[in-house]
């Protein structure tokens, strides 16, 4: 009762997006009252939430490189308190941890941001197809979810996949039909888990992360097997409707992921490699018989034809810029980089190997330059004749002072010599004293 209340407001969401899905559907031509219009507003409703957890994938794939980036950092610092176990220690390492997480800009739970946001949702869902009957009879504790009255809840109630209703269970599946169907959507749900899974850890993660011992490494290969089999148990739990999300939200996973690694992969791993080389072919393909056009025209012209000398740097520039833009090198540089030094760059890129995609290095290259022109000139402190004087004398006074302690912890002093300097200066404590009382 309490869980109903809590989820309350995403199970109104999810009922209005189910309803709103399934008028278009009609609209579209699709028959209305229980039926295939229902099964694919849950498809819908997978859709429209994967479209608003957008931001969050992408903020899931920095987070995921970042960790990925620290993997040898973080080797080493474990390594370095191996074996240490006392609390002092496991302090030190936990805090220069969290500094390595901050340095990387990612925290080891920034990647399950989209699953975490999902979560409501899909309860949400298992909740309003398991009070479809409720509704409809009128027994449920509120008279309507939203837009979902008695009347749809008894279409959707009614509604299935061949043959398997949407608000049942494999326990309380009314046929053996319906039973098989629900087996054969966990099985696909199962599958296409491990291929998700498998697909991000064998295909966007660099070799330097695959090694056995690394520790994300063997998390990843260990959740790689387990979770699929703890989703593929718990499945039987779920009504025909969440296994239709889950198995949609799994298929969508799978495309995004194939998306991304197919244009943002991990910097390192295979996929970024294979195409950092397709994008190299191509630009020294298209780039290099610009260059050596470029090479005899200028050696035809007269050393003095600094007209002609322009025209054609700038028309060279403008090839190489269309032709690097094609393969996503970067085109835009700081405004004091001058055409022969754009032209040098992109004539280094068309005949040397590279080591990571031209628009990072590139980006490294000029930073130190932008940096250079935002950071403020600092003004000497401008001090008067007086200040000087002052200064001056404080420092040679200092001076002496150190040389002094420097000469007398060289020498040997007896304690009769230090009680006479003690006399000595109580002595003059003590005329000092008469002489203030005096005045």
């Excluded at 190997?353 to 000497?380: I, L, S, Y």
Aim: charged share 30%.
């Amino acid at each position: 009762m309490w869980f109903d209340k809590m989820l309350y407001p995403f199970k109104v969401a999810v009922a209005w997006i189910m309803v709103r899905v399934h008028d278009v559907l009609v609209f579209l031509g699709m028959d209305d009252g229980p039926g295939l219009a229902w099964v694919l507003s849950i498809v819908g409703l997978t859709i429209i939430v994967r479209i608003v957890l957008f931001p969050l994938f992408f903020k899931q794939i920095k987070a995921s490189r970042g960790m990925q980036a620290l993997q040898p950092e973080l080797k080493k610092l474990q390594d370095k308190y191996k074996g240490k176990k006392d609390t002092a220690s496991r302090q030190r390492m936990s805090e220069e941890m969290m500094a390595l997480y901050k340095e990387h800009g990612t925290t080891p739970y920034s990647s399950c941001l989209p699953i975490l946001f999902q979560m409501p949702v899909f309860f949400a869902l298992f909740r309003v197809l398991a009070s479809t009957g409720a509704i409809a009879t009128g027994t449920y504790m509120y008279k309507n979810l939203g837009p979902l009255n008695a009347s749809i809840a008894a279409d959707i109630d009614k509604s299935a996949v061949f043959g398997a209703p949407l608000s049942t269970m494999f326990t309380t599946a009314p046929s053996m039909q319906s039973k098989i169907v629900i087996v054969v959507l966990i099985v696909a749900m199962v599958i296409t888990q491990f291929f998700t899974m498998r697909q991000l850890t064998m295909k966007n993660m660099p070799e330097s992360a695959k090694d056995p011992s690394n520790p994300m490494m063997r998390t990843q290969t260990t959740m790689m097997y387990t979770m699929p089999l703890f989703i593929g148990v718990s499945g039987f739990f779920f009504q025909t409707g969440v296994l239709i999300y889950w198995f949609t939200t799994n298929l969508w996973t799978l495309g995004q992921q194939l998306w991304t690694i197919e244009r943002m992969p991990t910097p390192g791993s295979e996929s970024y490699n294979k195409l950092m080389g397709k994008r190299r072919r191509g630009y020294v393909d298209g780039v290099r018989p610009l260059f050596e056009n470029y090479d005899r025209a200028v050696a035809d012209l007269d050393e003095d034809d600094e007209d002609a000398r322009a025209r054609l740097r700038e028309k060279l520039l403008s090839d190489v810029k269309g032709r690097a833009r094609k393969q996503k090198v970067p085109t835009k540089f700081p405004e004091d980089v001058t055409q022969d030094q754009q032209i040098a760059a992109y004539r280094e890129l068309a005949y040397s190997d590279w080591e990571a995609m031209p628009d990072e290095r590139w980006t490294r290259r000029f930073q130190v330059r932008k940096q250079a022109e935002k950071k403020p000139r600092v003004q000497p402190e401008r001090l008067s004749r007086a200040e000087r004087l002052a200064r001056d004398e404080a420092e040679r006074r200092r001076k002496e002072r150190e040389a002094q302690r420097k000469k007398q912890a060289g020498k040997q002093i007896s304690p009769e010599e230090l009680e006479r300097r003690r006399q000595e200066r109580k002595a003059e404590r003590r005329r000092a004293s008469k002489k203030k009382k005096e005045q």
